[in-house]
Protein backbone atom coordinates (compact mmCIF):
# COMPACT_ATOMS: atom_id res chain seq x y z
CA UNK A 1 0.00 0.00 0.00
CA UNK A 2 1.66 3.72 -1.30
CA UNK A 3 -0.96 5.84 -0.05
CA UNK A 4 0.02 10.05 -1.40
CA UNK A 5 -1.87 11.94 1.28
CA UNK A 6 -5.14 11.76 3.25
CA UNK A 7 -7.76 14.00 2.98
CA UNK A 8 -9.23 14.07 6.44
CA UNK A 9 -13.35 15.25 7.04
CA UNK A 10 -14.18 17.51 9.86
CA UNK A 11 -16.31 16.97 11.16
CA UNK A 12 -16.55 13.34 12.07
CA UNK A 13 -16.84 10.83 14.70
CA UNK A 14 -18.81 11.12 18.08
CA UNK A 15 -21.53 14.02 18.03
CA UNK A 16 -23.38 15.78 20.84
CA UNK A 17 -25.26 12.96 21.29
CA UNK A 18 -22.94 10.01 21.70
CA UNK A 19 -20.60 12.26 23.53
CA UNK A 20 -23.45 12.47 25.82
CA UNK A 21 -24.70 8.37 26.16
CA UNK A 22 -20.96 7.07 26.40
CA UNK A 23 -20.45 9.39 29.33
CA UNK A 24 -23.80 8.89 31.13
CA UNK A 25 -23.37 4.91 30.80
CA UNK A 26 -19.22 5.47 32.05
CA UNK A 27 -20.92 7.02 35.02
CA UNK A 28 -23.22 4.48 35.51
CA UNK A 29 -20.32 1.48 35.72
CA UNK A 30 -18.59 3.81 38.27
CA UNK A 31 -20.87 4.43 40.38
CA UNK A 32 -22.91 0.90 40.51
CA UNK A 33 -21.21 -2.43 41.00
CA UNK A 34 -21.65 -4.64 37.90
CA UNK A 35 -23.82 -5.60 36.27
CA UNK A 36 -25.57 -2.41 34.99
CA UNK A 37 -27.62 -2.98 31.96
CA UNK A 38 -28.60 -1.05 29.02
CA UNK A 39 -31.56 -1.47 26.73
CA UNK A 40 -30.01 -1.99 22.99
CA UNK A 41 -26.51 -0.97 22.08
CA UNK A 42 -25.68 2.45 23.89
CA UNK A 43 -24.76 3.62 20.54
CA UNK A 44 -23.62 1.88 17.05
CA UNK A 45 -20.07 0.86 17.17
CA UNK A 46 -18.81 -2.79 17.85
CA UNK A 47 -15.45 -0.98 19.69
CA UNK A 48 -17.72 0.81 22.28
CA UNK A 49 -19.99 -1.80 22.63
CA UNK A 50 -17.12 -4.43 23.48
CA UNK A 51 -15.79 -1.77 25.80
CA UNK A 52 -18.21 -1.98 28.22
CA UNK A 53 -19.27 -5.10 28.13
CA UNK A 54 -15.80 -5.33 29.28
CA UNK A 55 -16.70 -3.43 32.06
CA UNK A 56 -19.58 -5.34 33.28
CA UNK A 57 -22.29 -3.97 31.13
CA UNK A 58 -24.85 -6.45 29.76
CA UNK A 59 -26.88 -5.01 26.47
CA UNK A 60 -30.18 -6.32 25.86
CA UNK A 61 -33.28 -6.22 23.73
CA UNK A 62 -36.19 -6.86 25.87
CA UNK A 63 -36.72 -4.98 29.47
CA UNK A 64 -37.69 -8.19 31.31
CA UNK A 65 -34.07 -9.35 30.86
CA UNK A 66 -33.31 -6.79 33.56
CA UNK A 67 -33.41 -8.75 36.92
CA UNK A 68 -35.75 -6.68 39.21
CA UNK A 69 -33.65 -4.05 41.06
CA UNK A 70 -30.97 -3.73 38.70
CA UNK A 71 -30.16 -0.14 37.39
CA UNK A 72 -30.94 0.51 33.85
CA UNK A 73 -29.77 2.74 31.23
CA UNK A 74 -31.83 3.64 27.81
CA UNK A 75 -29.95 3.69 24.62
CA UNK A 76 -29.20 6.99 22.88
CA UNK A 77 -31.59 6.07 20.37
CA UNK A 78 -34.79 6.54 21.83
CA UNK A 79 -37.12 3.93 23.22
CA UNK A 80 -40.81 2.99 22.99
CA UNK A 81 -43.27 5.07 25.87
CA UNK A 82 -44.67 1.13 27.11
CA UNK A 83 -40.78 -0.01 27.11
CA UNK A 84 -39.92 3.02 29.57
CA UNK A 85 -42.91 2.20 31.47
CA UNK A 86 -41.63 -1.74 32.16
CA UNK A 87 -38.26 -0.47 32.74
CA UNK A 88 -39.60 1.99 35.35
CA UNK A 89 -41.52 -0.77 37.55
CA UNK A 90 -38.29 -3.58 37.19
CA UNK A 91 -35.28 -1.42 37.59
CA UNK A 92 -34.03 0.05 40.28
CA UNK A 93 -33.15 3.51 38.34
CA UNK A 94 -33.78 4.29 34.77
CA UNK A 95 -31.52 6.74 32.74
CA UNK A 96 -32.80 7.61 29.62
CA UNK A 97 -29.65 8.44 27.52
CA UNK A 98 -31.82 9.29 24.21
CA UNK A 99 -30.22 12.36 22.19
CA UNK A 100 -32.76 15.63 22.40
CA UNK A 101 -33.05 15.50 18.60
CA UNK A 102 -34.41 11.78 18.53
CA UNK A 103 -36.82 13.45 21.87
CA UNK A 104 -37.54 16.47 19.37
CA UNK A 105 -39.10 14.16 16.61
CA UNK A 106 -41.07 12.16 18.98
CA UNK A 107 -42.75 15.20 20.80
CA UNK A 108 -43.87 16.19 16.64
CA UNK A 109 -45.38 13.32 16.48
CA UNK A 110 -47.06 13.13 19.70
CA UNK A 111 -48.50 16.80 19.11
CA UNK A 112 -49.57 15.78 15.40
CA UNK A 113 -50.97 12.58 16.14
CA UNK A 114 -52.96 14.28 19.25
CA UNK A 115 -54.30 17.04 16.32
CA UNK A 116 -55.56 14.59 14.14
CA UNK A 117 -52.58 14.59 11.57
CA UNK A 118 -51.52 10.95 10.08
CA UNK A 119 -47.60 11.11 10.00
CA UNK A 120 -45.29 10.03 7.54
CA UNK A 121 -42.50 8.74 8.84
CA UNK A 122 -39.52 8.25 6.86
CA UNK A 123 -37.06 6.01 8.43
CA UNK A 124 -35.51 2.63 7.92
CA UNK A 125 -37.59 -0.56 9.37
CA UNK A 126 -36.03 -2.15 11.97
CA UNK A 127 -34.26 0.78 13.26
CA UNK A 128 -33.85 1.52 16.78
CA UNK A 129 -34.34 4.61 16.17
CA UNK A 130 -37.36 4.48 14.09
CA UNK A 131 -39.09 1.63 15.99
CA UNK A 132 -38.73 3.92 19.35
CA UNK A 133 -40.24 6.68 17.69
CA UNK A 134 -43.40 5.06 15.50
CA UNK A 135 -44.02 3.54 18.76
CA UNK A 136 -44.78 6.82 19.99
CA UNK A 137 -48.47 7.45 18.28
CA UNK A 138 -48.52 4.04 16.29
CA UNK A 139 -52.26 4.38 14.83
CA UNK A 140 -51.57 7.56 13.25
CA UNK A 141 -47.58 6.66 12.06
CA UNK A 142 -46.95 5.48 8.36
CA UNK A 143 -43.42 4.42 7.34
CA UNK A 144 -41.85 5.71 4.19
CA UNK A 145 -38.50 3.60 2.60
CA UNK A 146 -39.50 4.82 -0.57
CA UNK A 147 -41.79 6.42 -2.78
CA UNK A 148 -43.74 2.92 -3.46
CA UNK A 149 -44.50 3.94 0.28
CA UNK A 150 -46.31 6.87 -0.41
CA UNK A 151 -48.23 5.28 -3.71
CA UNK A 152 -49.61 3.11 -0.95
CA UNK A 153 -51.57 5.63 1.08
CA UNK A 154 -54.10 6.75 -1.33
CA UNK A 155 -56.50 5.13 1.21
CA UNK A 156 -56.25 8.34 3.10
CA UNK A 157 -58.77 10.59 3.18
CA UNK A 158 -58.54 13.38 1.21
CA UNK A 159 -59.43 15.74 4.12
CA UNK A 160 -57.25 14.45 6.99
CA UNK A 161 -54.19 16.18 7.81
CA UNK A 162 -50.85 14.88 6.72
CA UNK A 163 -47.49 15.78 7.98
CA UNK A 164 -43.76 14.61 7.68
CA UNK A 165 -41.38 13.67 10.03
CA UNK A 166 -37.87 12.24 9.72
CA UNK A 167 -35.33 9.36 11.09
CA UNK A 168 -32.49 11.97 12.43
CA UNK A 169 -29.74 9.70 11.12
CA UNK A 170 -30.63 10.09 7.03
CA UNK A 171 -28.91 11.15 4.35
CA UNK A 172 -29.78 14.62 3.31
CA UNK A 173 -30.38 13.09 -0.48
CA UNK A 174 -32.69 10.57 0.97
CA UNK A 175 -34.63 12.64 2.97
CA UNK A 176 -34.91 15.28 0.42
CA UNK A 177 -36.04 13.16 -2.47
CA UNK A 178 -38.53 11.60 -0.43
CA UNK A 179 -40.18 15.03 1.39
CA UNK A 180 -40.26 16.43 -2.70
CA UNK A 181 -42.43 12.91 -3.33
CA UNK A 182 -44.58 13.64 -0.50
CA UNK A 183 -45.05 16.84 -1.16
CA UNK A 184 -46.07 16.37 -4.76
CA UNK A 185 -48.80 13.52 -3.53
CA UNK A 186 -49.60 16.13 -0.59
CA UNK A 187 -49.70 19.78 -1.21
CA UNK A 188 -50.81 20.60 1.71
CA UNK A 189 -47.98 18.42 4.29
CA UNK A 190 -46.91 19.86 7.33
CA UNK A 191 -42.97 19.96 7.94
CA UNK A 192 -41.59 20.88 11.13
CA UNK A 193 -39.97 24.55 11.24
CA UNK A 194 -36.35 22.84 11.84
CA UNK A 195 -35.27 19.70 10.36
CA UNK A 196 -35.61 15.99 11.61
CA UNK A 197 -31.96 15.90 10.52
CA UNK A 198 -29.70 15.65 12.51
CA UNK A 199 -27.42 18.54 12.43
CA UNK A 200 -24.33 16.42 13.16
CA UNK A 201 -25.06 13.67 10.65
CA UNK A 202 -25.68 16.90 8.24
CA UNK A 203 -22.30 18.38 9.18
CA UNK A 204 -20.62 14.80 8.59
CA UNK A 205 -22.17 14.71 4.93
CA UNK A 206 -21.10 17.76 3.85
CA UNK A 207 -17.57 17.34 4.94
CA UNK A 208 -17.47 14.00 3.26
CA UNK A 209 -19.07 15.99 -0.11
CA UNK A 210 -15.71 18.48 0.30
CA UNK A 211 -13.41 15.82 -0.57
CA UNK A 212 -15.11 12.92 -1.99
CA UNK A 213 -14.69 14.06 -5.53
CA UNK A 214 -11.14 14.62 -4.39
CA UNK A 215 -9.54 11.32 -4.04
CA UNK A 216 -9.30 7.80 -5.38
CA UNK A 217 -11.10 5.91 -2.55
CA UNK A 218 -12.70 7.19 0.94
CA UNK A 219 -12.47 5.41 3.75
CA UNK A 220 -16.05 5.57 6.38
CA UNK A 221 -15.47 4.57 9.41
CA UNK A 222 -17.99 2.74 11.52
CA UNK A 223 -20.08 -0.66 12.06
CA UNK A 224 -22.58 -1.68 9.58
CA UNK A 225 -25.73 -1.38 11.92
CA UNK A 226 -25.18 2.22 11.73
CA UNK A 227 -27.61 4.62 10.02
CA UNK A 228 -25.35 7.60 9.95
CA UNK A 229 -22.50 5.59 9.13
CA UNK A 230 -24.53 3.70 6.05
CA UNK A 231 -25.65 7.45 4.99
CA UNK A 232 -21.84 8.22 4.66
CA UNK A 233 -21.28 5.50 2.00
CA UNK A 234 -24.38 6.81 0.54
CA UNK A 235 -22.65 10.41 0.04
CA UNK A 236 -19.62 8.98 -0.94
CA UNK A 237 -20.34 7.51 -3.95
CA UNK A 238 -23.20 9.84 -4.87
CA UNK A 239 -20.50 12.59 -4.77
CA UNK A 240 -18.28 10.38 -7.33
CA UNK A 241 -15.82 8.48 -5.33
CA UNK A 242 -14.71 5.64 -7.27
CA UNK A 243 -14.31 3.74 -4.16
CA UNK A 244 -15.85 3.86 -0.96
CA UNK A 245 -14.70 1.33 1.88
CA UNK A 246 -16.59 1.11 5.40
CA UNK A 247 -14.40 -0.43 8.23
CA UNK A 248 -15.35 -1.08 11.68
CA UNK A 249 -11.01 -0.89 12.66
CA UNK A 250 -7.33 -0.56 11.02
CA UNK A 251 -7.37 -4.20 9.97
CA UNK A 252 -10.02 -3.91 7.92
CA UNK A 253 -8.13 -1.03 5.41
CA UNK A 254 -7.35 -2.76 2.23
CA UNK A 255 -3.65 -3.23 1.51
CA UNK A 256 -3.76 -1.65 -2.60
CA UNK A 257 -4.70 1.72 -1.59
CA UNK A 258 -2.80 3.91 -3.46
CA UNK A 259 -2.98 7.68 -4.34
CA UNK A 260 -5.29 10.32 -2.28
CA UNK A 261 -7.42 8.79 0.55
CA UNK A 262 -10.46 10.29 2.12
CA UNK A 263 -11.15 9.33 5.59
CA UNK A 264 -14.36 10.08 7.96
CA UNK A 265 -16.11 8.64 10.71
CA UNK A 266 -19.47 7.98 11.67
CA UNK A 267 -20.90 9.74 14.84
CA UNK A 268 -20.65 6.91 17.14
CA UNK A 269 -17.18 6.16 15.77
CA UNK A 270 -14.50 6.55 18.41
CA UNK A 271 -11.30 9.34 17.80
CA UNK A 272 -9.25 6.23 18.60
CA UNK A 273 -10.41 4.20 15.56
CA UNK A 274 -9.52 7.34 12.93
CA UNK A 275 -6.32 7.46 14.84
CA UNK A 276 -5.64 3.80 14.09
CA UNK A 277 -6.42 4.00 10.84
CA UNK A 278 -4.72 7.15 9.40
CA UNK A 279 -1.47 4.97 10.95
CA UNK A 280 -2.70 2.01 9.15
CA UNK A 281 -2.47 4.35 5.84
CA UNK A 282 1.04 6.42 6.62
CA UNK A 283 0.40 8.93 4.16
CA UNK A 284 3.59 9.78 2.96
CA UNK A 285 2.92 13.60 2.06
CA UNK A 286 0.83 13.20 5.38
CA UNK A 287 -2.82 14.20 5.97
CA UNK A 288 -4.73 17.59 5.44
CA UNK A 289 -7.76 18.65 7.46
CA UNK A 290 -10.55 19.57 5.67
CA UNK A 291 -13.33 21.26 7.80
CA UNK A 292 -16.49 22.61 6.95
CA UNK A 293 -17.54 23.84 10.21
CA UNK A 294 -16.93 23.48 13.68
CA UNK A 295 -18.95 21.95 16.49
CA UNK A 296 -19.56 23.38 19.93
CA UNK A 297 -22.58 21.77 21.01
CA UNK A 298 -23.06 20.05 24.75
CA UNK A 299 -25.96 17.55 25.91
CA UNK A 300 -26.07 17.75 29.75
CA UNK A 301 -26.35 14.42 31.82
CA UNK A 302 -29.57 12.53 32.04
CA UNK A 303 -31.44 13.81 34.41
CA UNK A 304 -31.67 11.07 36.36
CA UNK A 305 -28.04 10.49 36.55
CA UNK A 306 -27.22 13.96 37.59
CA UNK A 307 -29.86 13.40 40.62
CA UNK A 308 -27.96 10.57 41.56
CA UNK A 309 -24.50 11.72 41.61
CA UNK A 310 -25.85 14.91 43.38
CA UNK A 311 -27.14 12.46 46.20
CA UNK A 312 -23.95 10.83 45.98
CA UNK A 313 -21.52 13.89 46.33
CA UNK A 314 -23.68 14.93 49.07
CA UNK A 315 -23.23 12.05 51.05
CA UNK A 316 -19.60 11.78 50.58
CA UNK A 317 -19.58 15.58 51.45
CA UNK A 318 -21.57 14.61 54.64
CA UNK A 319 -19.35 11.63 55.88
CA UNK A 320 -16.25 13.82 55.30
CA UNK A 321 -17.58 15.96 57.92
CA UNK A 322 -17.88 18.92 55.44
CA UNK A 323 -20.73 21.77 54.81
CA UNK A 324 -21.77 21.38 51.44
CA UNK A 325 -20.42 23.55 48.43
CA UNK A 326 -23.14 23.84 45.51
CA UNK A 327 -20.38 24.13 43.33
CA UNK A 328 -19.21 20.51 43.48
CA UNK A 329 -23.00 19.25 42.88
CA UNK A 330 -23.68 17.20 39.43
CA UNK A 331 -21.57 15.51 36.75
CA UNK A 332 -21.54 18.76 34.35
CA UNK A 333 -18.68 20.09 36.77
CA UNK A 334 -15.62 19.38 34.34
CA UNK A 335 -17.68 16.77 31.99
CA UNK A 336 -18.27 19.41 29.22
CA UNK A 337 -14.45 19.52 29.00
CA UNK A 338 -13.52 16.14 28.76
CA UNK A 339 -14.49 13.85 25.35
CA UNK A 340 -16.14 10.51 25.73
CA UNK A 341 -12.82 9.12 23.79
CA UNK A 342 -10.96 10.08 26.98
CA UNK A 343 -13.37 8.12 28.87
CA UNK A 344 -13.16 5.60 27.30
CA UNK A 345 -9.59 5.31 27.30
CA UNK A 346 -9.73 6.27 30.75
CA UNK A 347 -11.82 3.32 31.68
CA UNK A 348 -9.78 0.76 29.16
CA UNK A 349 -6.62 1.93 31.10
Known sequence: MTVDKVLLAEPRGFCAGVEKAIKALAWMVRVFEPPVYCYHEIVHNQLVVEEFRSLGVIFVDDVAQVPPGAPLMLSAHGTAPAVIEVARERASLVVDAVCPLVTKVHHELKIRSRRGYQVLYVGHSGHEEAVGTMAVAP???????????????????????????????????????????????????????????????????????????KVDA????????????????????????????????????????????????????????????????????????????????????????????????????????????????????????????????????
Open 139 to 213: EAVHLIEDESDLDALDTLDADTPVALLAQTTLSHDEWHGLMEAALERFPQLWLPDRSDLCFATTNRQAALREIAH
Open 218 to 349: VIVIGSANSSNTVALEKVASASGCPRVIRVDSADEVPSDLSGTVGVTAGASAPEQLVQEVLAALAPTEGVELVRVTTEDEYFPPPPELREVLRALATTLTLLAGRAEDPAERGPSVGDRGVSASDVLDALAS
